[in-house]
């Protein structure tokens, strides 16, 4: 009879140990998939933000070459960019959206879990 109980004992601790396990390499995939997405995410805003700049620039001169002083056209261009501030203000609600349901969609991907579950039942 203790012989049944040792046999349950190990089968339960090594089915702890299994789930624990797996919960742990999952956690381990859900991370490093978020953190790559934030990476990409700091590497295309660093190109944004270069492109931005060098946009602002070239559209300084192209307001100089129409006429205006060069302070004029800087504050021309400045003027823009407060306009494109207020859109991306305005639009925060799906701007924040976009990136929420990203962020959801890292974390709750499934895909490998999916094909490893079709490939047991197989």
Do not use: Q
Not at 6 to 19: A, G, L, R
Request: a negative charge; hydrophobic letters at 55%; proline letters at 1%.
């Amino acid at each position: 009879m203790a012989g049944i109980f040792s046999d349950i004992k190990e089968k339960i601790v090594k089915y702890v140990e299994v789930n624990v396990s797996l919960f742990k390499i999952n956690l381990i995939g859900k991370t490093s998939g978020l953190m790559s997405y934030f990476m990409f995410a700091l590497i295309a805003l660093f190109m944004v933000s270069c492109i931005i700049l060098f946009v602002g620039f070239g559209l300084s001169e192209v307001f100089f070459e129409a006429g205006l002083s060069r302070a004029a056209s800087y504050f021309l261009t400045t003027g823009v960019y407060c306009l494109l501030l207020i859109l991306v203000v305005m639009l925060r609600k799906p701007i924040v959206r976009f990136f929420a349901n990203s962020i959801v969609d890292v974390l709750t991907d499934d895909a490998g879990l999916e094909e490893e579950d079709d490939t047991t039942h197989s």
